[in-house]
């Protein structure tokens, strides 16, 4: 039987083929390899994985400016997704950005990732903009979310960083 034990770490050079596989899965247009790599190296980044006993089923990161975190990447292993390891993964990572400084946060997502923006909202995260054909394979607008008070949100979310389901 698979644990259930959820556990993160900063991403690291043994993960990569793990976050790639995941990674390929989840975009149409993937980051390379050598992005992850740079991510592990960049020293306002902070890129970190979930796992699920010891399976990586996840990876997400973002970038701290000031008091701004940017979420430049997150993802659910597609067969562990709709189990409330978004949740966890997300609030985890509000979490640390919060350690970094950052009181507000921003990120863009797909106009059709209605998964992703859901998950979003349910995090205080509010479209304020559109990239129009940001997303140049399939030529589809971004939508640029804002959260601008993270601790607030956190602090009201506190029921959604349970186990999962």
């Not at 010891?54 to 997704?81: C, L, Q």
């Not at 997300?90 to 950005?97: G, I, M």
Request: hydrophobic content about 40%; cysteine-free.
């Amino acid at each position: 039987m698979e644990s259930r034990e959820v556990t993160f770490h900063e991403l690291s050079h043994e993960d990569l083929d793990a976050v790639l596989e995941i990674e390929a899965l989840s975009f149409s247009t993937p980051w390379s390899k050598l992005a992850f790599v740079h991510e592990i190296q960049f020293e306002k980044s902070l890129f970190k994985v979930i796992k699920l006993g010891e399976r990586i089923v996840g990876y997400g990161g973002f970038w701290y400016f000031f008091d701004e975190a940017h979420i430049s990447n997150f993802a659910v292993h597609p067969d562990y997704r709709r189990r409330g390891l978004g949740k966890i993964f997300l609030a985890h990572l509000l979490e640390e950005a919060m350690v970094k400084g950052a009181t507000k946060a921003t990120l863009e997502v797909r106009r059709s990732n209605l998964a992703a923006q859901e998950l979003y909202e349910g995090f205080g995260f509010r479209v304020v903009a559109v990239r129009k054909h940001y997303y140049v394979d399939e030529n589809e607008d971004a939508l640029i979310m804002w959260n601008s008070d993270v601790a607030r949100t956190l602090a009201a979310t506190t029921d959604q960083k349970t186990q999962p389901d």
